[in-house]
């Protein structure tokens, strides 16, 4: 009997094993490869591929010599359309932004399936090292927003960080498995180990209580647009905790001078995480805490003044900035029972278009 036991539990190890997380993998340089470019709609990236690209070249007298140049990370399930606002904002001030979908996401190679850290981090270094060469005088900054923060963290973090200036974490993921209750980890390894390419998607009463934004209409155009995904196999939602986890973990070896924004509304990254990796973060670092802030800091109703404060930080980073943001706190302050809602949002979830503002 006990050998029968023995045999069976062998056999489900091996079926597990069977069933790991899928991952990306690099491709083979094509014959002739020039290297990496900015073409239209897209980024050749270091090995070949095609990843989806939105450019807003600086405009005015920097039409020619932006001063500035910001590759932009977007966050999870998200594309370079997540800087579609700040985007021509700072092209307005001089400067070119450059915002790429990662692999996985977007109209890059293998749609839904998580590439890794090494992989993104590469795509990274490659589009900093080609911004340098097309603007060597200009200033670059890496921006990254929420997963795409967390990919610069373990970027910079490496021996062999991007070539650029300064760091901007937008809310970066940070929530990883440390961070996480031992049931959440149990629970995910084993739906990413056994089950990896089934695509989970929230349900609607969680997605009627939290709210990444208090831009209500930003939110409903996001829900309409076909880039974004609207669910995550279950290896990919385990690619991106081990991906927070390594952000957590490695923010302490940032060298680059970096800013750490946060918002107090902010209900995707939980504020113990936010508020732990933050105090992590040695000088030059610095931190910014919005109190109108939430999770989507360049499209909240005052995501001007995170652009604002962003640019500043590029000309100068141990400077004021205009906002007069405090730091992140040490402690997690007290919050509400409930989770706010936005303006136009009722306790149930739904939404009063007309007192939208």
Known sequence: MRRREALAGLGAVGALAGCSPMVQHALQQPSGFAGPSFSGDRFTSFDGARLGLMTWKAEGQYADNPW???????????????????????????????????????RSPERGVWAGEDLMVSDLRAACTLARRLHPKAILAVAGESMGG????????????PDADRLILLSPAVWGFSQQPLSYNALLWTASHTFPGYVAKPPS????????????????RMGQDPQLIWGSRFDTLYGLVSLMESAWQKIDRLKVPAVYMY?????IIPPPAAISAAARLRPPGRTLYYERGWHLLLRDLQAQTVWTD??????????????????IPKTVPKGPDKPDLPPGVTPDGKIHLSELP
């Open 68 to 106: 500035a140049v910001i590759i932009g990370l977007h966050g999870m399930d998200d594309y370079s359309g997540a800087f579609h606002t700040a985007g021509p904002w700072w092209a307005r001030q001089g400067i070119t932004t450059y915002a790429f979908d990662q692999r996985g996401f977007g």
């Open 150 to 161: 967390a990919v610069a963290i373990a970027a910079f973090a490496s021996n062999q960080p």
């Open 205 to 220: 009463f969680l997605t009627r209580r939290i709210w990444a934004s208090d831009n209500v209409r930003e939110l409903i």
């Open 263 to 267: 918002g107090a509304h902010d209900q």
């Open 310 to 327: 962003a640019e500043a930080f590029i000309r100068d980073p141990a400077g004021p900035m205009p906002s007069g943001a405090p730091p």
